[in-house]
Structures are given as structure tokens and as C-alpha cells.
């Protein structure tokens, strides 16, 4: 099955301690994103990669790292978490120009910074 | 730049009511346009798209024109059910520099009473 996977679900977690979100897709696409969405703000994107090594910063990317060491992986990085970063965070990709097909989703990770 | 804007709600219909949410655009180029939907708890899934003037996207009985003329691309449904309610985005992608930049308008919240 052609899927997004984001990896945990549910992450509750104390100011400052470092964590990874893992993501992974099985589709070969090219292009991975990391969106984080809050109430009445939307969905923002905070990080994109085009390709293997290539990610470039999307609208919100203070506070986070990414990286792109191989096609299928693309995970978010938070060295320093604080309570503004609490959000639901999305990861999708899609192939290089995606005008005809529109993203993947993974189901989502619910972080809280206490 | 590019932006979205739809009605953010939340709209509240009876079963099987009439569902009209509209959706308006600008873009510096010639866009795809898509309609996304998020169920509780989950990811967003591509419900539907277009690529081009007049174009007619449709999937699970939902369907969006592609209006060129007025920059709109509204999602309707005939008859809507309870299965329905989630939170429906209208976004488009725009070709720019090197990649398809995709926007996301704001979200419009459906609920559907039985």
C-alpha cells in the first residue's frame, strides 16, 4: 500500500529534550515536506526537500532540522523543544512536480512540550 | 503571491442538505487546484482536483469546476451524510521557481447532524 508513514503518533515531551519525528514514504516520490498545523492558523510548512540532500526552509522553520540522507526518509528534528512548538505535525510528499497529483499524507504527530 | 481563501465556518448542515463551500484563489501562473479532506484524528487525503480551465474534479459524490473566470473553485455535494463531517482545505499548486509550491487555504469545518 502506497503510504506515508510518521512515527509516534503521540510524543509528550519536556522543554528541551531532543527528539526526532521519523518519517518515511514507499512511493519513491521526490519531494517531502513537514507541515505543522494549529487552530486558526492553518497548515504551515516548515521544511521541504526536492531531493536526497537537498531541503530548503519552508515558512516556519525556526527551531527545527531536517535532513534527507536517502529517498524514502525525512525526519524533523527538534534539538531544543519549547512549549511554542506543541502542534500537530504533518509529513507528505509527492512526486518532483505535482500539479497533477497532489500530496500523501501520514496520519499526523500529536507533540506536546510541557 | 498565491493565496486561498475559503469560507472557514464551522458549517452545520442536516443529512442530507445541500453542501457548498466556496473556494477563491490568485495565482501569478496557471495553477492545479485541489480539495483536500482531514477526518478526525487522521491526515489529509486528496479528495479531488483539477488541472485546468473548466476541468471538473469528483470523487464520493463531492464535486469542484475549475472556474477560471472568477478564480473559484467550489467543492458542493448533493447530499451530504454524517460520514461527511471533517475539515475540508482548498489548495493549489503553483509552479514556481524550481518546484510545484503548494498553498493551503484555512480550512472550512463541516458538521453534519443526523
Known amino acids: 500500500e502506497a503510504q506515508v508513514t510518521q512515527n509516534p503518533r503521540y510524543l509528550i515531551t519536556v522543554t528541551g529534550k531532543k527528539l526526532t519525528v521519523t518519517c518515511s514514504q514507499n512511493m519513491n516520490h521526490e519531494y517531502m515536506s513537514w507541515y505543522r498545523q494549529d487552530p486558526g492558523l492553518g497548515l504551515r510548512q516548515i521544511y521541504y526537500?526536492?531531493?536526497?540532500?537537498?531541503?530548503d526552509k519552508g515558512d516556519v522553520p525556526e527551531g527545527y532540522k531536517v535532513s534527507r540522507k536517502e529517498k524514502r526518509n525525512f525526519p524533523l528534528i527538534l534539538e531544543s523543544p519549547s512549549p511554542n512548538q506543541t502542534s500537530l505535525y504533518f509529513c507528505?510528499?509527492?512526486?518532483?512536480?505535482?500539479?497533477?497529483?497532489?500530496?500523501?499524507f501520514g496520519s499526523g504527530t500529536r507533540l506536546t512540550v510541557v | 503571491g498565491d493565496s486561498v481563501t475559503q469560507m472557514e465556518g464551522p458549517v452545520t448542515l442536516s443529512e442530507e442538505a445541500f453542501l457548498t463551500i466556496n473556494c477563491t484563489y490568485t495565482a501569478t501562473g496557471y495553477p492545479s487546484l485541489f480539495w483536500y479532506v482531514q477526518y478526525p484524528g487522521e491526515g489529509l487525503q486528496l479528495l479531488l482536483k483539477?488541472?485546468?480551465?473548466?476541468d471538473k474534479g469528483s470523487n464520493k459524490g463531492f464535486e469542484a469546476t475549475y472556474r477560471k473566470e472568477t478564480t473559484s473553485f467550489h467543492l458542493e455535494k448533493g447530499s451530504v451524510q454524517v460520514s461527511d463531517s471533517a475539515v475540508y482545505f482548498c489548495?493549489?499548486?503553483?509552479?514556481?521557481?524550481?518546484?510545484?509550491?503548494?498553498?493551503f487555504g484555512p480550512g472550512t469545518s463541516l458538521s453534519v447532524i443526523p
Open positions: 507528505a510528499s509527492s512526486p518532483a512536480y505535482h500539479r497533477g497529483g497532489g500530496y500523501t
Open positions: 483539477a488541472t485546468k480551465a473548466d
Open positions: 489548495a493549489l499548486s503553483d509552479r514556481g521557481t524550481s518546484y510545484d509550491k503548494v498553498i
Open positions: 526537500s526536492m531531493n536526497v540532500e537537498v531541503t
